[in-house]
Nanobody, 122 residues
Framework: QVQLVESGGGLVQAGGSLRLSCTASGRTFSTYRMAWFRQAPGKEREFVAVVRTSGGSTTYSESVKGRFTISRDNAKNTVYLQMNSLKPEDTAVYYC???????????????WGQGTQVTVSS
């Protein structure tokens, strides 16, 4: 069992930056692929970024590529999402998730955090 707790959301102006953190309980964090998803009001949950177990390989959605960076610290059981050059369309609830296998599909993730709100004002 893995429990995930996100933090770091908030209100920021367009062009600004935020860093989200997601800390996991349990001793098996390093074996999970960790991802960030987001969900805006009235929209489906969408993939943002994923990092493999060692942290050396990452994949991003086209909408955030070049602006967001996902990373992990296995010693701290934590995954991060550094968000730069934020746009109003980045406004959403951001969720971290853990999966035993690499995937970009939300329903294949085994564990989810409660989400943290990110609001970008224009």
């Amino acid at each position: 069992q893995v429990q995930l707790v996100e933090s770091g959301g908030g209100l920021v102006q367009a062009g600004g930056s935020l860093r989200l953190s997601c800390t996991a309980s349990g001793r098996t964090f390093s074996t999970y692929r960790m991802a960030w998803f987001r969900q805006a009001p009235g929209k489906e949950r969408e993939f943002v970024a994923v990092v493999r177990t060692s942290g050396g390989s990452t994949t991003y959605s086209e909408s955030v590529k070049g602006r967001f960076t996902i990373s992990r610290d296995n010693a701290k059981n934590t995954v991060y999402l550094q968000m730069n050059s934020l746009k109003p369309e980045d406004t959403a609830v951001y969720y971290c998730a853990a999966a035993a296998m690499i995937t970009l599909i939300a329903r294949r993730y085994d564990y989810w955090g409660q989400g943290t709100q990110v609001t970008v004002s224009s």
